[in-house]
């Protein structure tokens, strides 16, 4: 895991905004990939955030709490496909 997330603004802190302040998962980041990796630091396990059924975001739960992370697709986002999620 070391390396794989040395920027911060790859951390997503669960209760308020799920991403930087107006910032959002790019609409074309992946091409065909329809789903973000998180690591959800409450259970220490991976999960997929899948795309909604309106296109409007990626959303994933965490496999021990349940919490959900929401990631907004917007034009101008982010290309980052791999998210750390704190649920505490």
Same mark, same amino acid.
């Given at each position: ?5 040395? %920027?911060?603004? %790859? =951390? ?11 910032? @959002? !998962?790019?609409?074309?980041?992946? +091409?065909?990939? @329809? #789903?973000? @990796?998180?690591? #959800?630091?409450?259970? +220490?396990?991976?999960? @997929?955030?899948?795309?909604?059924? %309106?296109?409007?975001?990626? !959303? +994933? ?6 919490? =959900?992370?929401? #990631?907004?697709?917007?034009? +101008?986002? =982010?290309?980052?496909? =791999? #998210? ?5």
């Amino acid at each position: 895991m070391q390396g794989a997330m040395a %920027d911060p603004r %790859d =951390t997503v802190a669960l209760g308020g905004s799920n991403l930087a302040a107006g910032e @959002r !998962v790019s609409a074309s980041a992946g +091409g065909g990939n @329809r #789903f973000l @990796r998180l690591w #959800f630091e409450c259970s +220490g396990q991976y999960a @997929r955030g899948v795309r909604a059924a %309106d296109g409007s975001a990626y !959303v +994933g739960r965490c496999p021990k709490c349940g919490a =959900t992370a929401r #990631f907004p697709i917007g034009p +101008g986002g =982010t290309s980052e496909r =791999t #998210f750390r999620v704190s649920c505490r």
